[in-house]
């Protein structure tokens, strides 16, 4: 993780490992420098990257217009 700011508010950049089509959705725990997410959306249509930031946002608790997928959009490997 690392620490960024950006339009002079707190910004956290997080590396994050998805899992699509899980049975249940959360974060799993620790991944390498980052963070593992189950989703239980496939990875259709933006949909899994909608579950993810609804997952961060709602476990940062913040909004979820705060939360921005930085790379990765089509990829299980995203920064956030």
């Not at 959705?25 to 259709?44: D, F, Q």
């Not at 990257?49 to 940062?60: D, G, P, Q, T």
């Amino acid at each position: 993780m690392q620490k960024s700011s950006k339009d002079n508010k707190q910004a956290i950049i997080i590396n994050i490992k998805v899992e699509p089509r899980s049975s249940h959705s959360g974060i799993a725990g620790p991944y390498g420098k980052g963070l593992k997410v189950k989703l239980t959306s496939p990875p259709v249509e933006g949909r899994a990257n909608e579950e993810l930031i609804e997952i961060l946002a709602k476990e940062f608790k913040i909004s979820k217009k705060d939360v921005e997928i930085i790379s990765g959009k089509k990829s299980k490997n995203k920064i956030v």
